[in-house]
């Protein structure tokens, strides 16, 4: 006799459900509370200022800069130009201007290595009536190969300006203590993913696979995939002065992210398609919407990338001609996935509200979602406020974490949302036994609880998934009316 999988979400009554979520937000709390007592991520050096005046060669430059000295723990180096009105009367105006940089690398013995001919760049100077301007990224080093770096920086196009300006060079960098912090934390998540997964599949081990619900089989596939978002191979960055680390990064989040917004359409959708789910009809036009935003992301990452090798002064903002059509085409996607998300949901909680087996699984793992999303959104708010989709469209300087905790809570809050639903989703310890009893319908209405009454059997989902339970229930009334 074939068992079906049950889950613990059956089992659980309210006070169960209530505790749930309370141990999600403190474990969620926890994890903001110690990024809050972490260092800042991003370590800034000035490197002077200049003004702009009368002489022209301030504003043309030359410019020589020399880097702080840099670790592995240092990660990435940017060099930023932040330009400022000395005088408040200026009013917003945008002057188009050229950069040329030019590239030199310090090895430990001192030596100069040129690293790159001069780059020639256009770029926009955008001031606003409150004499700030916005900054400028002059270069972008995803990765370090030498313990300093010598640059010369040169402007072209702004010695019509007849207002005077504070020019200012800023390096950025990774905070070296926050990259030992980082390796620690994502070796935790590493960890404690990897237990939650082998649990989850050890829980699942005497049932046939073609017996799990959806949420259990998506689990299956979930928990892998964030183990990669964790990267396990984050400290060969540290190890190895290469950009594939970072590529692989970029990679394993992506793939994850996108790959959770496929499993809320597949449940939202699957949870009332009982039975078989064809490719063609059922996974097809989920996997080209998800499919798309994943292509985006990606492109842009390997994009970026692979012109920054050849070219630090690469900005993907600037220099694509059909940035702002890419940016279209993936809020129209994210428009078009957030609709049919929405139709999903609406079409599930009208046709099963009735049906408390299934309305419990679609109740609980709405009302956890939302909750991860009301705390995403605030999180998001509350780094970018309203600019959130304007200026930091995609990761860059601007929309890399500025402390830890923000780094801390996204990464916890994704973790412990899935810890909490492979905890829900996967069989109880006395599943197996129960299962048995229950599949004999003789003994299905003399074991129900009162909590079963409230919240639905743990087999009134049989009749939905493959009929057995109906066959069994008629094969029985049948014996019973020829006694």
Request: with cysteine; hydrophobic share 45%.
């Amino acid at each position: 006799m074939e068992l079906l999988a049950p889950m613990r979400l059956y089992t659980l009554s309210k006070r169960h459900f209530v505790l749930v979520f309370v141990v999600f937000l403190i474990c969620f709390g926890l994890t903001v509370f110690i990024g809050i007592a972490g260092p800042k991520i991003i370590s800034e050096q000035e490197s002077g200022d200049q003004l702009f005046g009368k002489n022209l060669s301030v504003k043309t430059g030359p410019y020589n800069l020399l880097s702080p000295p840099l670790t592995t723990y240092s990660q990435q180096l940017w060099l930023t130009c932040l330009m400022q009105a000395e005088h408040s009367s200026v009013g917003d105006f945008r002057q188009p201007f050229e950069i040329n940089v030019e590239l030199k690398g310090v090895m430990q013995d001192a030596s100069v290595i040129h690293i790159n001919d001069v780059h020639r760049k256009s770029r926009t100077l955008h001031c606003r009536a409150v004499s700030k301007c916005d900054e400028i990224i002059m270069l972008h080093l995803g990765y370090l190969n030498y313990t300093q770096y010598q640059v010369r920086v040169s402007f072209k196009g702004l010695e019509n300006i007849t207002s005077e300006f504070k020019v200012n060079f800023v390096w950025k960098t990774y905070n070296p203590t926050f990259s030992q912090v980082e390796i620690w934390f994502r070796f935790v998540f590493v960890v404690l993913t990897f237990m939650v997964t082998c649990m989850f599949a050890h829980s699942l081990r005497k049932f046939s696979m073609r017996d799990w619900g959806i949420e259990q089989k998506w689990m299956s596939i979930l928990l892998p995939l964030l183990l990669l978002y964790n990267d396990p191979f984050f400290p060969l960055s540290f190890l190895v002065n290469s950009w594939f680390p970072g590529m692989l990064d970029t990679f394993f989040q992506a793939l994850f992210l996108c790959a959770l917004l496929l499993f809320w359409l597949c449940v939202y959708h699957g949870i009332r398609v009982q039975g078989e789910r064809k490719c063609l009809t059922f996974y097809l036009p989920k996997l080209i919407i998800v499919g798309l935003l994943w292509l985006s992301a990606v492109t842009l990452g390997i994009w970026q990338t692979v012109y920054e090798l050849q070219d630090p002064t690469y900005s993907y903002k600037v220099d694509i001609a059909n940035f702002q059509g890419m940016k279209v085409f993936f809020l129209i996607v994210v428009s078009l996935y957030i609709l049919y998300l929405i139709f999903l949901i609406v079409r599930a909680c009208s046709e099963l509200r009735n049906m408390p087996y299934s309305d419990l699984r679609l109740k609980f793992l709405t009302a956890l979602t939302f909750v991860v999303l009301v705390i995403s959104m605030v999180i998001l708010y509350l780094r970018f406020g309203a600019k959130a989709l304007q200026d930091n469209f995609v990761a860059e300087l601007s929309t890399h974490y500025q402390n830890s905790a923000e780094f801390l809570s996204f990464y916890g809050l994704l973790n412990f949302y899935l810890y909490t639903l492979a905890f829900v989703y996967s069989p109880s310890k006395n599943a197996l036994y129960d299962s048995q009893l229950k599949d004999n319908p003789a003994f299905s209405m003399l074991n129900d609880s009162d909590d079963e009454v409230i919240y639905g059997s743990d087999y009134e989902e049989m009749p939905l998934q493959n009929g057995r339970a109906i066959k069994a229930t008629a094969k029985y009334q049948d014996a019973s009316d020829s006694d």
